[in-house]
């Protein structure tokens, strides 16, 4: 047998992919994009200032993705296999379980590979303005690729241990951040304890943010043991990864099995489910409490820890926001971080949203139970309202929360200030931040209900739903504020915030309200011949984009069979 055959086979499949095209020129266009829009911004600058402040926002950027690559791409390969129940018919011939790891390895970050490999040559665009030079390059397209191979790796280990793709993701992103920023934190703060001058080495060297910060010149060439502190770095990442990968080749061909627990994991296993569903007379108040308001609503939240977990994230944000006001007292309070706080809050509540809107029908979908649920007195409006108040059970409180620190950070935003215009753009901003999230919130539970029922598994549901309502936004104001640069260039002609906080708000309204009522109809009118189709047909890139084409066809009609003749009845 040839060495390696699945990675063969699956390079052969992706050659013929259209997406494994598509996503080398989408990223060289984002790039473009950036470096244009950067360079208008600061065209008043230097040069090498100018390079620099690119350079510094494209690698910052590739390594973020690179990071984050394997949450997305490796994290439920294997796991998706067990579920299927395919993975173990691939051990029952001669392949190993490196061939299985290296070969789903290959086939699922084929497409990221190629996306950070058009990116690298973009990043020597700056060297022709200066400032930047070839020894950063070379270092830091190093950093991204071996980011990118670590991250692959850990996504292949927690796959090859997890069966639940939730749980793939969500274990694969918490290993990540550990290692990546984790790590530094716990260094620096014992580092603060034994009162060194800064935290012990060995905290440092697993992170891919090291290997980052200290590629730059002004950190690598300052004293040699920066300099080997930035080899280390790159070797103990790329260590790490090959790591990851032997642990995922030992454990692929023994995690297929369905084997018996043990005494501890039933012990652990039953602890989680008093915890999330509690005992039995809980349970039956529980369920009598909700059946009574909707079936499917019990359905959707019979895991009573969901809001508790969101409350959760947010007491952790808060416990970080205290801990900053003891340190800097007035400091903190400044307009960025209330900026950067009131972000970070809109965007953790709308993904989260995201995430949940279209997860419970997917799999329903996906298990065969939705079909069954169809052929119950349950309409679709039901099974739609008790979506609905899964949702707001999990995510009213919080949002209502996170809307009343929105007023908040924007009388502290306008506090000090004593420009009028000023005081005023700040006010526009919160606002839009308030009313779109309050727009956005409803777009994303139509469109993530129709991409859970037309989706073939819920996490591409949820890059869908994703894309639609909050990247294609943001993508279109770039573009817009680009154009405008470009066309004020040579003209003494000053935009106002003003006018691109009314820009930003247009085009996410517009979105919302496009989306939004699309997806209404489909739900509303396509729901059950959706339901029917075991999997949507493949679309392209544009009209997966857009949403064009993603009609259902109609289930036929039923046959009506004419009632034969029966012979007549001899009577004696």
Not at 374 to 392: K, Y
Request: charged fraction near 15%; charge should be positive; hydrophobic fraction near 55%.
């Amino acid at each position: 047998m040839r060495f390696l055959p699945i990675v063969s086979r699956e390079l052969r499949v992706a050659s013929r992919q259209r997406s494994t095209y598509w996503v080398r020129s989408a990223a060289a266009l984002v790039v473009l994009a950036v470096s244009t829009w950067f360079f208008i911004i600061t065209q008043s600058q230097a040069p090498s200032q100018i390079a620099m402040g690119v350079f510094s926002i494209l690698t910052g950027g590739a390594v973020l993705y690179c990071l984050f690559s394997g949450v997305r791409s490796t994290a439920d390969c294997l796991s998706q296999e067990k579920r299927e129940g395919t993975l173990g018919l691939l051990f029952l011939t001669d392949l190993k379980g490196y061939d299985v790891v290296f070969g789903k390895l290959v086939a699922t970050s084929l497409r990221g590979f190629y996306g950070v490999l058009a990116v690298v040559p973009m990043l020597a665009l700056p060297l022709l303005l200066g400032g930047v030079t070839p020894g950063e390059f070379g270092r830091m397209a190093l950093v991204a690729v071996n980011t990118l191979f670590f991250s692959l790796a850990v996504g292949m280990f927690v796959s090859a241990l997890c069966r639940s793709a939730r749980n793939a993701m969500g274990i694969t992103l918490l290993l990540i951040l550990l290692i990546a920023a984790g790590l530094p934190a716990i260094g620096s703060w014992w580092g603060y304890v034994i009162r060194a001058q800064g935290p012990p080495v060995g905290w440092l060297l697993p992170s891919p943010g090291t290997s980052y910060f200290t590629a730059f010149d002004s950190n690598y060439r300052v004293t040699p043991q920066d300099r080997e502190g930035f080899w280390g770095s790159v070797a103990v990442v790329h260590a790490l990864a090959w790591f990851f990968l032997v642990l995922a080749c030992v454990r692929a061909p023994r995690s297929w099995q369905d084997r018996p627990a043990g005494v501890q994991a039933l012990r652990w296993r039953e602890r989680w489910r008093l915890w999330s569903y509690g005992d039995a007379a809980e349970r039956a108040g529980f369920r009598k409490l909700l059946l009574d308001q909707n079936a499917y609503f019990w359905l959707a939240a019979r895991a009573r820890l969901k809001p508790a977990c969101v409350w959760a994230v947010l007491a952790l944000l808060g416990c970080g926001w205290a801990w900053g006001l003891a340190k800097y007292h007035r400091d903190w309070l400044s307009e960025f971080m209330f900026f950067v706080t009131g972000i970070i809050l809109n965007l953790l509540i709308k993904g989260w949203f995201a995430t949940e809107a279209g997860r419970q029908i997917a799999a329903d979908r996906t298990q065969g139970s939705l079909e069954l649920l169809l052929s119950t007195p349950l309409t679709v409006r039901d099974i739609l309202r008790g979506q609905l108040l899964a949702l707001r059970r999990q995510f009213l409180g919080p949002a209502m929360l996170v809307l009343v620190l929105f007023v908040l950070f924007m009388r502290g935003s306008t506090a000090g200030l004593s420009d009028a215009d000023d005081r005023e753009s700040w006010v526009l901003f919160w606002a839009a931040l308030i009313v779109l999230m309050l727009a956005d919130v409803a777009a994303l539970y139509w469109v993530g209900m129709w991409q859970g029922l037309t989706a073939k598994n819920p996490n591409r549901a949820t890059s869908a739903t994703l894309a639609r309502i909050m990247v294609l936004p943001v993508a279109a104001f770039a573009a817009l504020s680009m154009l405008l640069g470009l066309v004020t260039m040579n003209h003494d002609f000053n935009l106002k915030p003003k006018f691109f906080i009314a820009m930003w708000v247009g085009l996410s309204l517009a979105t919302d309200a496009a989306f939004g009522a699309w997806a209404r109809h489909k739900l509303l009118t396509e729901f059950r011949a959706a339901a029917a189709q075991r999997y949507a047909p493949g679309l392209g890139f544009w009209k997966r984009l857009l949403g064009a084409g993603q009609t259902v066809a109609p289930a036929p009609p039923p046959v009506k069979m004419r009632p034969e003749t029966a012979p007549p009845v001899e009577t004696t």
